[in-house]
């Protein structure tokens, strides 16, 4: 039976109308890994629970900036696509995978999402020199080189300590969150992948793998994901800390990035 992976999305309002938004890459990644993917839609942060429940695994997709008031951030100028009812949802959501032992796969907003959920903080928008990390228009090629620390979980999914990568944001992890550990980095210095400590099964990539999958390594990142959502559960660790929980009423704020 094919492990079931929930799939989060962007809210978004495509001629006034409320979608979902999702890049059909993400589908197609987890089903050749031998995963049944599951879309997300955004819904109030008390029903994580009941999600969580229901899934063996979870990626997190990527999308627009996360909420600097957050993590104690700035609202600097380049800040885009905030949605605030996706941001509620998603740290409910990854605090009730974090708590169930479910096995997380973080893509690029789904990166910075995760190391705001666990206490971490974010660079509010990177310098560009020679469209690093945010070449847009190159989004099915490799960018840039990034370095992975040998021995750690990245390195073992990959195969490999050096892997080109693309690149789509314009933000990235500052402090790493508790929990987390920074395992690979651009030529800049800039985190460009975090995994967690302690057995939690949770490795996020500022990249976006699910649209390099041709290459040798990416592939394998939604395999790993895959073949930990077969696994049985580890003990449970402590539970994070809950956030307020938030409320479904306001209006979608943004499009998804």
Known sequence: MRPRIG??????LPEGRFSEALDRAYVTAVLRAGGLPLVLPVLDPSQAPTVAACLDGIV???GGDVDPARYGGEKVPELRGVNTRRDAYELALVRQALDRDLPVLGTCRGCQLLNV????????DLPNSGGRHCARDRWAESVHNVSVLDGTLLQTALGSEVIG????HHQAVADVGTGLR???WADDGVIEAVEGVDGRRVLAVQWHPELLLAPPGNATLFRWLVEEAHRPRPVAHT???????DTEAGAL???AA
């Open 253 to 255: 704020a943004g499009a």
């Open 60 to 62: 997190l997709s990527g």
């Open 182 to 184: 920074a395992v690979a």
């Open 239 to 245: 539970p994070l800390e809950p956030e307020e929980a």
């Open 165 to 168: 990568v693309n690149s789509l």
């Open 7 to 12: 799939i989060t999305t962007s809210p978004s």
């Open 117 to 124: 959920a666990m206490g971490g903080t974010l660079v509010p």
